[in-house]
């Protein structure tokens, strides 16, 4: 007997779900999440594979079928972030309803190194973006953000960064403290800033990244490939938060500050376990001498 291939191609799933006329998007999302569930544990193959599906589905079905997804990856302790973030994006209707903003933030900063990357990638083509919005006295802000960096002093760069992003002190912090630093890219992005002022910032800000060169790659790819649409939607979600956030420890994964542990207040939707992208030799042009 002949099994069939471990990994279905994503575009022959989405050809079969329109054949003939019938949209079975609805039908096939729900199936897929309902295998998924069935599992208490996946490998990261498995986890991709059911991510890109998702991912690709969610904006093409009802408002019903998004709830009833919702509803049951809430109830899955290893619901991948990058799919719940994109539920919530939309006016998904269901028992439990839209999580609020500061649950959205909690979403991205408890995600994993992957998770965040899926995130940021999808980001721009969620329901009601942010409105696009230049930061004010860019050029001078940008200028005391990098010195503030150079000085290997992240509590001038937190207020700086406060002010330029327009949001709280305290995000502000966690943002120039998280230690995986996909958060200062995003900022980065956001407000304009040059490829190259970023990997200076990187290399002196925080000293978890700065004393990896293939984290610096990372990042500077991410950077690369997320939009500055993406960008702004995430910094609308960081804009629009409304309370502080509550903390409590989450185990398995990075502390998500260079001097502390890292937190979730997911509640029910708790992260999927963390796993680092694979280390890739960084460009000798990124080499610090």
Same mark, same amino acid.
């Given at each position: ?28 999302? =729900? ?84 998770? =965040? ?9 969620? /329901? ?5 919005? /230049? ?26 960064? @406060?002010? @330029? ?28 800033m040059q490829a190259e002022a970023l990997q200076r910032i990187l290399l002196f800000l925080n000293p978890v990244i700065g004393q990896s060169?293939? =984290? ?49 207040? =997911? ?23």
């Amino acid at each position: 007997m002949v099994k069939p291939p471990a990994r279905v191609p994503i575009d022959t799933l989405v050809d079969l779900a329109c054949r003939d006329g019938v949209d079975i998007r609805p039908t096939l999302l =729900r199936v897929l999440t309902d295998l998924y569930v069935q599992k208490p544990v996946h490998d990261a193959d498995e986890e991709t594979q059911y991510v890109e599906l998702a991912l690709g589905l969610i904006d093409a079905v009802d408002a019903q079928t998004r709830g009833a997804v919702a509803v049951t990856l809430s109830a899955y302790p290893a619901a991948p972030a990058a799919v719940l973030l994109k539920l919530a994006g939309g006016s998904a209707a269901g028992t439990r309803g839209p999580p609020e903003r500061d649950e959205l933030i909690e979403l991205f900063f408890t995600a994993s190194v992957e998770e =965040r990357r899926l995130i940021l990638r999808n980001l721009d083509v969620a /329901p009601e973006p942010g409105a696009r919005r /230049p930061p004010p006295v860019a050029g001078e802000l940008l200028r005391r953000l990098e010195n503030a960096a150079l000085s290997r002093n992240p509590g001038e760069f937190a207020r700086v960064l @406060a002010r @330029a992003l327009g949001v709280s002190g305290e995000l502000a912090t966690r943002i120039t403290r998280d230690a995986s630093g996909e958060p200062v890219v995003v900022a980065a992005k956001a407000l304009g800033m040059q490829a190259e002022a970023l990997q200076r910032i990187l290399l002196f800000l925080n000293p978890v990244i700065g004393q990896s060169a293939a =984290r610096i790659y990372q990042l500077a790819r991410l950077f690369d490939e997320i939009t500055p649409a993406s960008a702004e939607r995430m910094l609308a979600i960081w804009r629009t938060t409304t309370r502080p956030a509550a903390h409590a420890p989450r185990s398995g994964h990075a502390p998500v500050y260079w001097d502390d542990e890292r937190v979730n207040i =997911r509640g029910a939707l708790k992260p999927a376990p963390a796993r680092a992208p694979a280390e890739r030799e960084m460009p000798a042009k990124w080499k610090t001498k």
